[in-house]
């Protein structure tokens, strides 16, 4: 179901309902006279397939599917505000936005150019401020733009949870979980946890989103993905709330025969300057776990000619060189066991990173989220 689909005085008067057991008090909420509500709810329960509430001469009482929609349906009015947007100002809104401009935002909606700027001309009427401006050939958002959107993604958000939790009234369990997968992630924590929630529910399609937290904490705070797996960082960013899941400790990786192996894992900081060394940019868990390393030893950190976060780039790059990096185990498996690249040794002083799951602070999971995020805490453990 297209959650734009269910009018927003719908919901409202149904949220109005399940407060005040009344009909009269849900009409005078919305301005609707009785009748119209009655019928808007009506519609909306046509829609749902399930009936919201009982119908009683003591009042209205809500049924299970009412108490699971109207605290959904609450907090997308909430980020929609109260200049009752339509669900298609919304929806040309929201493809203008995404696509970058009008040409763009009709090839991937079929809808005119002059409907979608009709749609976004009156919602920004209704808001009271522009919303877009010109750029060249294209829009981009204002700041007021850039809220709304990201209101709007994070109301849909909520919709599509509830529809997918009255599905389970009707007896089927649907969704889709977007997850944000960073480099240490991807090599055993999320494979392994999908598969196992795969199995236990193959009608719940997953989408895996790869790339690092700089790229994937935005869409994160849009509601685009649903929640983001790999290193926490030591002071979680604004709206985000971060999930310890267990401790990694990367080790120093070189190639197979680099001139340190000889010395059987026993290095220390002096000897680890004498190469060249690749890691991540600065700000990142992995460089700063690097850059204790050596200030832990009272040595100066080398100079790094190459700064990448790319797991695949470092192993390639590492197996044709004396360069050294340092990575988690789990990340070269493969590697180590076919004899490419060799472990140099353990990391000298306690240098570590809490890998976990990062939500934003309001992030309220279905059922089946939680349920995902139960496999992932049973895999890191």
Avoid at 253 to 262: D, E, F, K, T
């Amino acid at each position: 179901m297209d959650p734009l689909s269910l009018n927003s005085r719908h919901l409202r008067a149904m949220v109005a309902i399940v407060a005040t057991g009344r009909i009269s008090s849900a009409a005078r909420a919305v301005n609707l006279t009785q009748p119209a509500v009655t019928q808007g709810l009506a519609k909306l329960e046509a829609q749902i397939r399930l009936t919201l509430f009982d119908r009683r001469a003591d009042g209205m009482i809500p049924t299970d599917a009412a108490h699971i929609l109207a605290p959904r349906a609450e907090a997308a009015l909430r980020r929609i505000g109260r200049g009752h947007a339509t669900g298609a100002q919304i929806r040309a809104f929201l493809a203008v936005a995404d696509a970058g401009s009008y040409a763009a935002a009709a090839a991937a909606t079929g809808l005119s150019e002059a409907s979608l700027h009709r749609a976004v001309g009156d919602l920004s009427v209704g808001i009271g401020q522009r919303l877009v401006e010109r750029r060249g050939r294209g829009i981009a958002l204002t700041a007021r733009g850039l809220a709304v959107a990201r209101n709007f993604r994070l109301a849909l958000v909520e919709l599509r949870s509830g529809i997918a939790e009255l599905a389970a009234l009707h007896g089927r369990e649907v969704g889709r979980i977007v997850i944000g997968a960073m480099p240490l992630s991807r090599a055993r924590l999320l494979p392994q946890a999908i598969g196992l929630f795969h199995a236990r529910h193959p009608q719940v399609d997953l989408t895996i989103v790869e790339g690092s937290h700089a790229e994937l904490v935005g869409p994160l705070r849009d509601g685009e993905i649903d929640l983001m797996v790999g290193a926490l960082r030591a002071d979680a960013p604004d709206g985000i709330a971060q999930r310890p899941l267990f401790e990694d400790r990367p080790i120093i990786i070189g190639r197979a025969g680099h001139p340190l192996v000889a010395r059987g894992g026993t290095v220390d900081a002096r000897d680890l300057t004498s190469y060249p060394w690749i890691v991540p940019a600065p700000g990142t868990p992995l460089y700063a776990l690097w850059a204790s390393m050596f200030a832990a030893a009272g040595v100066a950190a080398p100079h790094v000619p190459i700064e990448c976060g790319s797991v695949i780039m470092v192993r390639q790059i590492l197996v044709g060189s004396d360069f050294l990096t340092l990575l988690s185990t789990d990340q070269v498996r493969v590697e180590l066991e076919a004899g490419w690249l060799t472990a140099i040794g353990d990391v000298p002083g306690e240098v570590r990173r809490t890998i976990g799951i990062s939500t934003r602070d309001d992030w309220r999971p279905t059922a089946l989220q939680r349920r995902f995020v139960e496999t992932l805490s049973g895999q890191g453990e």
